[in-house]
């Protein structure tokens, strides 16, 4: 008789390297945010460096020395934190004809992961400094104002990161085309709040994640199943503040 076994059900470096994998690509501030990997950093905190702006240009007449400016750096300590989720595939379902149970929590796993790391990014974006408070909904002029505050710093890639409840109006701007209004890119996103939005410039948000997202594997010989588990630790916060505009709508 053929027997049904934990390492029939799932490869765990296999299963660790698939949610590994796609957890960029299913978080929507990713390439808005500063991105790096660290090692065996599971508890405490990391330091990351925040530069100081050396200051504009001198004018230097010909044959004078240019005075070198030091480059200084404050380092920020951010707390590293964990977002943790299992599942328990019993043998009937691992035996079954039906569906794809280890697809299935692949795929569970991967999204709980996701908005986990997510959620604090948002929570993040949301200590912005620069504000905006608006009346009424969400129009080309409510983000063009936003804009306006970036100040001399207005071009370059800029995105909309709004809620699904106020996306609607954008939609109806006469300014919106080919999933942009004006020039900005829209990202939307129930985790920004109704009533709020978002102009963010990439790297404004610093995240750092542990290189490998970690997958344990149990067997539970009462209720014949097998447990699978995931973690992954991160440190997130808003890095550039100079880069995210918040919109208020009264």
Partial sequence: MTQTKKANLVNVEVFADAVTSKIPGNLKLYPLAFVQNFENEQSGSISVPQYEYIGDADVVAEGVAIDPTLLTANSVPLAIEKVAKAVEI????????????VGEAEDQLTAS????????MFAALA??????????????????????????????????????SNFGSVRKDENYADGKIFDLDIVVSAKVPAGTAYVVKPGAVGLYM?????VEDDRNILTKATVLSA????????????????????
């Fill in 113 to 120: 992961i996701t908005a986990g790391i997510e959620n604090k």
């Fill in 90 to 101: 019993t043998d009937e379902a691992a035996k079954g004809s039906f569906g794809d149970p």
């Fill in 231 to 250: 973690d992954a630790h991160f440190a997130t916060h808003l890095r550039d503040a100079s880069k995210v505009v918040k919109i208020t709508l009264a």
């Fill in 127 to 164: 200590t912005a400094t620069l504000s905006h408070p608006a009346t009424g909904a969400l129009t080309g002029d409510v983000v063009i104002d936003a804009v306006a505050l970036y100040g001399e710093n207005q071009d370059g890639e800029k995105t909309l990161v709004v809620n699904p």
């Fill in 210 to 214: 542990s290189k490998d997202v970690d």
